[in-house]
């Protein structure tokens, strides 16, 4: 048995209650055996101690969305690949050093990344990838220049991408091909955005039979379906659907916010997102 005692902490425990000083943790085989006061515990000589004198220790965070593959501000893959696959390795341990031990990418990464710290070739947090974006033509997820007639697929084991997906039988065929790469739910664009190149932001995309066929294909998996929709129209979509979490929802109102509760349907609002791009925006090239 491998044990670790976190000594002397204050502790923040989750539960809105005000942290606890002088607090030790006892880890035995990763899991946490007993928490007390820092006099309460001593170590044995095969414990490994951490002085946690001053530092406060917490849980592990989560984050919901993130997109670990969109390596340039405009939220597309770095060339070359070779560059591209450092970032991303960067991303997912600076990700961990956070204080973020388990993440959920919203759309783009390969789920070979997630089996590759899985198998603790790389650290990071537990990653729940999404696989591909699913997209309509001309969709957020399209990001095919207006004069551009070439899809660039992703790259298996590197680089996800997205999927065009026309009618609900491509839309079902799609959501089967990433949940057989390794997704745990499924993304789809179903209203434009703020940095696709052809789809004004209050287009509402995919209809609700396409998106009913991403859903029914997740739901025989016993898993998800995660929309990017800034408003009411695309948001009523989803639910009508039956998509489980609402990605930005930018534009939501308090109806469709009363009808989403009413659906058990999640809000991720993303807000620093935005935070960055009104601060940040000249610089990455946004404004």
């Known amino acids: 048995m491998t044990s670790l005692l976190i000594h002397n902490a204050a502790l923040i425990d989750g539960t ?18 007993r928490i007390a006061p820092a006099s309460a515990l001593k170590p044995d000589r095969e414990t490994t101690v951490i002085d946690a004198t001053g530092r406060f220790l917490l849980p592990g965070l989560t984050d919901a969305h993130v997109h670990f593959s969109a390596t340039e501000a405009d939220g597309r893959a770095t060339r070359p690949l070779a560059a591209f ?9 600076e990700t ?26 790389l650290r990071g947090p537990c990653i729940l990838p ?25 790259i298996g084991g590197l680089v996800a ?3 065009i997906c026309d ?20 993304k789809v664009m179903a209203s434009g955005g703020a ?20 859903v029914d294909e997740a739901r025989v998996r016993d898993t998800y379906v ?30 469709t916010a009363r009808d989403m509760a009413g659906e058990g349907a999640f809000l991720v609002p993303t807000l620093v997102t935005y935070e960055v791009l009104s601060e940040r925006g000249d610089q990455l090239g946004m404004a």
């Not at 696959?85 to 341990?93: K, Q, S």
């Not at 509402?204 to 039979?209: K, S």
């Open 130 to 154: 999404s696989g591909a974006f699913l997209s309509q033509t001309g969709g957020h997820g399209d990001w095919r220049a207006p004069h551009q007639d070439t899809i660039e697929h992703g």
């Open 167 to 186: 009618g609900a039988d491509d839309v079902r065929k799609a959501a089967r091909d990433q949940l057989r790469r390794g997704a745990t739910q499924i």
């Open 161 to 163: 991408g997205f999927v």
């Open 96 to 121: 961990l050093d956070q204080g973020f031990t388990t993440v959920r990418d919203a759309g783009g990464l390969d789920p070979a990344w997630a089996q590759v710290v899985a198998n603790g070739l």
């Open 16 to 33: 809105g209650a005000d942290p606890r000083p002088g607090v030790s943790v006892l880890v035995e085989d990763a899991r946490i055996a």
């Open 85 to 93: 696959a450092l970032r991303v390795a960067a991303f997912i341990e």
């Open 226 to 255: 995660l929309a990017h929709a800034y408003h009411p129209k695309s948001i009523a979509s989803c639910l009508e659907a039956g998509v489980r979490s609402i990605e930005h929802g930018n534009l939501l109102d308090e109806k």
């Open 195 to 214: 940095a696709s190149p052809t789809d004004p932001i209050d287009a509402t995309q995919f209809t609700v039979a396409e998106l009913r066929a991403a």
